[in-house]
T-cell receptor, first 115, second 118 residues
């Protein structure tokens, strides 16, 4: 079975400070990992993914995520937060060696960047 | 924008009404999905279609009836809904079904239909 957890419902950070949104996963094999962002009244937008290779993945809008196999984590990061980064962030996992045919999403983390 | 268009954006209906949600994708994808998003709850996958064939039905009540006439269009027919069905319904598409190594492609989402049941 595949699962993903986002331990923080809410993250607040000051504009210009670095931000981290946490994600941990559980799969039986090697995971495919994704981050999505959802702005108010919009659908989810793909930010970045980890499939294989370099553990540090760079994505849209200056975001990056680090895959850590030993800690089964895939935290989303940005060196300098913008007020416009305020949104709901979802982590998702897929185990390509498993029987599930779809992504499993986390419950989401609301990021608020304070001016 | 995302290549996935959902209509209507907002829908208010009574419990005895019948309505349909529409999703259209212009990305040439082969797989389409319906999700339900309720406040404070994880995204719930409802249905999955691959090449117009339903391949997943995650224990969704029969008052929700999906239809996929071709790989570009997906409908969700609604009848006799309950107040707890009020939510944001999201449609998504991907190049192929999330199976095996093809599961490394991201899903593309529409902006959703905000459904309110009176």
């Amino acid at each position: 079975a595949q699962s993903v957890a986002q331990p923080e419902d809410q993250v607040n950070v000051a504009e210009g400070n670095p931000l981290t949104v946490k994600c941990t996963y559980s799969v039986s094999g090697n995971p495919y990992l994704f981050w999505y962002v959802q702005y108010p009244n919009r659908g989810l937008q793909f930010l970045l993914k980890y499939i294989t290779g370099d553990n540090l993945v760079k994505g849209s809008y200056g975001f990056e995520a680090e895959f850590n196999k030993s800690q089964t984590s895939f935290h989303l990061k940005k060196p300098s937060a913008l007020v416009s980064d305020s949104a709901l962030y979802f982590c998702a996992v897929r185990d390509p060696s498993g029987s599930a045919r779809q992504l499993t999403f986390g419950s989401g983390t609301q990021l608020t960047v304070l001016p | 924008e995302t290549g996935v268009t959902q209509t209507p954006r907002h829908l208010v209906m009574g419990m005895t009404n019948k309505k349909s949600l529409k999703c259209e994708q212009h990305l040439g994808h082969n797989a389409m999905y319906w999700y339900k998003q309720s406040a404070k709850k994880p995204l719930e996958l409802m249905f999955v279609y691959s090449l117009e064939e339903r391949v997943e039905n995650n224990s969704v009540p029969s008052r929700f009836s999906p239809e996929c006439p071709n790989s570009s269009h997906l409908f969700l027919h609604l009848h006799t809904l309950q107040p707890e069905d009020s939510a944001l319904y999201l449609c998504a598409s991907s190049q192929d079904l999330d199976r095996g190594t093809r599961g490394n492609q991201p899903q593309h989402f529409g902006d959703g239909t905000r459904l309110s049941i009176l």
